[in-house]
């Protein structure tokens, strides 16, 4: 088998965005050739997705699917992979249908309730709606979107004139409405779980936020994601594993694992949660995280005793068995 990695490039990154994004797929071809693998690298700087793949055989390659989008064309990382799908390709990591999923913040909640897994109390509101809200502190999301995007200290709201200002931003800003939420401020996990027929829970990663003594600083911003030199990219601090009594590890186990089960979920995804009063709240599901040699994901690993190499081969070969399934 051969495989072909693939990624996009978004037009909004810096120069720096780009170098990093074509670095770290770099390293991760050359991952797998170490392991023996056939791999080729191919980099989506526009929408002709299908140019790229009628150069391979579906037969013959397994797409190492990458991709958050096609450039240019906002909310499409779907797209990308239903036309994997039907160039007939196998591919790694979550189908359309999951992967859509995962953007309706509210339609995720309440399908994790129904899981009975643990939840924010949230609501999607309107500006005028602001006033109905009694529960702070409160933080503001765009309900349908990832990467954090508008996430910054003024989501965390302690009043209605604060909450409403923040909805504003979301709907002027995104185009799309706000999810507001029951601020959980308590410790934060990142949670890797992988494998389909026995899902796996990698060690759990903690966000160490114990240099911010203020609620509103205490949480993951869009900085501290993909702004270097910003106060929340240099200051939280990243613990794996996370330090956790047997009791608190079985209850994140089981709601991690029930979450990759229930959501239908496949291959790998991490799963975003905070802890107050002996209760974990799931907060995100991310279904296409990124598993660069430097993420939480590959310290997961790394501490199960998985190289770099070792892990996206393993990713690699849960595809392989829907490849020799299928063809």
């Known amino acids: 088998m051969k495989v072909l990695v693939l990624y996009n490039l978004d037009h909004k990154w ?8 074509r670095h770290s797929n770099k390293i991760l071809r050359e991952a797998l050739v170490d392991e023996g693998v056939e791999t080729y690298l191919e980099e989506l700087d526009n929408p002709d997705l299908e140019s790229i793949l009628n150069k391979y055989d579906p037969d013959d390659t397994i797409i190492f699917n990458l991709c958050e989008n096609l450039p240019g064309i906002h909310y499409s990382e779907r797209k990308v992979i239903e036309i994997i799908e039907e160039k007939g390709f196998t591919y790694t990591g979550n189908g359309p249908d999951v992967i859509e999923l ?32 009694t529960l702070f502190p409160a933080i503001v999301k765009p309900s349908y979107e990832h990467c954090s995007l508008t996430i910054s200290e003024k989501s965390v709201v302690f009043d209605t004139s604060s909450l409403r200002n923040q909805i ?17 401020d308590g410790r934060e996990f990142h949670v890797s779980v992988w494998n389909n027929e ?15 003594r203020e609620a509103n600083k205490r949480l993951c911003t869009y900085d501290s994601k ?15 594993p996370a330090s956790l009594d047997n009791r608190l590890y079985q209850k994140l186990e089981y709601a991690a694992i029930g979450a990759f089960n229930g959501f239908g979920c496949t291959d790998y995804a991490r799963f975003d949660f905070r802890l107050r009063n002996g209760k974990f709240y799931l907060l995100d599901i991310n279904p296409n995280n990124d598993i660069s040699f430097d993420t939480s994901f590959a310290m997961a690993a790394e501490m199960q005793n998985y190289s770099y190499s070792q892990m996206v081969k393993r990713i690699v070969d849960m595809a392989a068995v829907r490849h020799l399934v299928v063809k």
């Open 14 to 21: 810096d120069n720096a965005e780009i170098s990093s994004a």
């Open 102 to 133: 995962s953007y309706d913040k509210q339609k995720t909640k309440e399908i994790l309730v129904s899981l009975g897994i643990d939840v924010p109390q949230g609501a999607i509101l309107s500006p005028g709606e602001a006033e109905d809200w």
């Open 168 to 184: 504003l931003l979301v709907n002027r800003e995104l185009n799309q409405p706000a999810l507001v939420e029951d601020f959980i």
């Open 198 to 212: 026995s899902p796996e829970m990698l060690p759990p990663a903690e966000m160490d936020f114990s240099s911010f």
């Open 226 to 240: 993909f702004i270097p030199g910003s106060e929340h990219y240099e200051k939280i601090e990243t613990l794996i």
